[in-house]
């Protein structure tokens, strides 16, 4: 074969090797998220929106450091069709519940008290708690003594025994017209009432999902001197940059926020007649009560992601995160391959869960379907929120689907 033949088709080789590995850089990112892949995502939440399913959605997805993957879908408004936008702001229900935990968390770490200690060791009205027999008699089941004090961990963890109100039982509704249809000024007077009410088992023999987070809340103003909002501002939202998220909404920021959906009788999504005030709050809980951006929450999962620490400050320990990010309750946590650590739910099993993910990965949701899941094994954090009613897992188990799939280094 002449050189010159030899020398073409070197250079031809050497082209198509050239090529492919400008292609293959294209599509695997330093970040390692398929831009493709998460097309099905996106062709996923449009299809579910033209057919009236969903409103509208905003998803984030970070990766090793990067924005991977930045989208918004639909309205916020879709009576109105008023677009999403990227700085949406939604009620995000239980997504408090995490802030909360974690605030708490800071003030263990200086000291204030064990996760061991009596809960009535600091809030006497916990002192000789009863709990009911029959919790499907209500209020008017017999009572027996419960058999050891609720201590602090178990409140973190949701073990201690009480209600959220949102079962099905007559105790579960008597909490429910008890915390939330009753009035109450502020967050110690919701609490109270919650201590006034029987728990429906045993401190340390059950999981159940409950509003004990308003426990840790008024437990921040008693250690901290300051009310929660106050606490949260100083020490959380205005140090990692969360400008958008808070217990009440200035009003040039109303307009920002999404309308909440539901569906009609016919199953058509529309405007619910129980919107939340953006202003006039005073209840500063931690189970539910903050507004925030996807923006704003994706800081705060990457200061838990980052040890503790975020742009040089830090606010927890990385071996306080490990230990808020355990399982505390086993086979007491009711959906396979998943546990609960001291605010977060985790991920313990990947074949029990029958779904993509990690070991070690943490995570919680809220009741207008707002989802965050945090991956330390994969340096991801993946956030969708959207605002409608009532709450349903299924989106949240196909954007983790869409998410982990995406993964191609």
């Not at 008023?82 to 708490?104: E, G, L, R």
């Not at 939202?237 to 999404?258: C, I, V």
């Amino acid at each position: 074969m002449p050189i010159s033949t030899i020398s073409q088709t070197a250079l031809t080789l050497l082209f198509s090797l050239l090529l492919s590995v400008g292609l293959w850089a294209q599509n695997s990112p330093a970040h390692g998220i398929s831009v493709q892949r998460m097309d099905r995502l996106q062709q996923f939440v449009e299809q579910q929106i033209e057919e009236g399913k969903l409103h509208g959605a905003v998803c984030l997805v970070e990766r090793k450091g990067q924005m991977a993957y930045q989208k918004s879908y639909g309205y916020s408004n879709l009576p109105a069709r008023k677009a999403m936008k990227d700085n949406q702001i939604f009620y995000i229900q239980s997504m408090t519940k995490p802030i909360v935990s974690v605030a708490f968390m800071m003030l263990y770490e200086e000291g204030h008290f064990l996760l061991t200690d009596p809960l009535a060791q600091h809030l006497p009205q916990f002192s000789d708690m009863k709990v009911a027999k029959d919790p499907s008699l209500g209020l008017e089941s017999e009572l027996e003594a419960a058999k050891s004090d609720i201590t602090l961990a178990q409140v973190l963890s949701h073990t201690a025994g009480f209600s959220h109100g949102l079962g099905s039982s007559k105790l579960d509704k008597a909490y429910l017209q008890k915390l939330y249809y009753s009035p109450h000024e502020n967050v110690e007077a919701r609490v109270n009432a919650l201590a006034s009410m029987p728990l429906v088992g045993h401190p340390g023999e059950q999981w159940y999902y409950s509003a004990s987070p308003d426990i840790l809340s008024l437990l921040i103003e008693k250690f901290s001197g300051m009310n929660t909002a106050e606490f949260l501002q100083k020490r959380l939202f205005d140090p990692l940059g969360m400008t958008d998220t808070g217990y009440n909404l200035p009003e040039d920021k109303h307009q920002r926020a999404s309308l909440l959906h539901n569906y009609d009788r016919q199953g058509k999504l529309v405007e619910s007649q129980r919107q939340t005030p953006n202003s006039g709050h005073t209840i500063y809980g931690g189970t539910h009560g903050l507004f925030s951006t996807a923006a704003d929450y994706l800081r705060f999962c990457k200061m838990l992601l980052n040890g503790g620490q975020l742009d040089g400050t830090r606010y927890l320990s990385r071996k306080t995160i490990e230990l808020m990010t355990a399982d505390h309750v086993g086979d007491l946590f009711q959906e396979p391959g998943f546990g609960f650590g001291l605010g977060f739910g985790v991920r313990n099993d990947l074949a029990k869960a029958q779904t993509a993910g990690s070991l070690g990965q943490f995570f919680w949701n809220g009741a207008y379907n707002t989802y965050f899941i945090i991956d330390p094994q994969e340096d991801l954090i993946a956030i969708m929120m959207m605002q409608f009613a009532p709450y349903t897992d299924y989106y949240k188990k196909k954007f983790r689907q869409f998410v982990y799939q995406a993964i191609v280094d």
